[in-house]
């Protein structure tokens, strides 16, 4: 019995930009949609990172398929992780984009 082939996918220069982009993009939709904005174009990239990996989790666990995939990352499941993740950060760090409940207290 032989080892299956690996077939390992290239990896280029524009593939990774295209990625980084579609990931920042999606990671401050998910940002603006929640509201919660703390960060900046670090932050965005970041958060749409872990969203394509918490997203690409969250389909496969529910065997959901692939929506719009665009450089080999599906944008919709990366907004949607990325939505997850920022949620949970404002849950966590506090706060939103109107300053929460800390305004009211006075």
Do not use: H, K
């Amino acid at each position: 019995m032989t080892t299956p082939e690996v077939i390992i996918p290239s990896f280029t220069l524009p593939s990774i930009v295209i990625t980084l982009l579609v990931a920042a993009l999606c990671g401050a939709l998910a940002q603006l949609i929640v509201g919660y904005t703390r960060g900046g174009c670090l932050a965005s990239l970041l958060i749409g990172m872990i969203g394509a990996l918490l997203g690409g989790w969250l389909a496969a666990q529910l065997r959901l398929p692939n929506i719009l995939v665009l450089a080999g990352i599906d944008v919709v499941w990366t907004f949607i992780g990325g939505a997850i993740f920022v949620a949970a950060l404002a849950v966590i760090m506090g706060g939103s984009r109107f300053g929460g409940f800390r305004r009211f207290r006075r």
